[in-house]
């Protein structure tokens, strides 16, 4: 079973979401599940850095 983080263009797994943000540039990622929505998704909290 792979966790997976609803956005608006649908689910990604936590390294996908992750791996898109630093592909933006971000850095100092972090991505905290805050509590289930359904089986294998979460609500989260993401917190990143744009230099």
Do not use: C, N, Q, W
């Not at 079973?1 to 956005?7: A, C, H, Q, R, V």
């Not at 898109?20 to 805050?34: E, M, N, V």
Request: no cysteine.
């Amino acid at each position: 079973m792979t966790d997976e983080i609803l956005d608006l263009a649908g689910a990604l797994t936590f390294t996908e979401y992750r791996d898109h943000l630093a592909a933006a540039g971000f850095t100092d990622i972090s991505i905290i599940p805050t509590h289930r929505i359904a089986d294998a998704m979460h609500a989260v909290v993401v917190r990143a850095t744009k230099p």
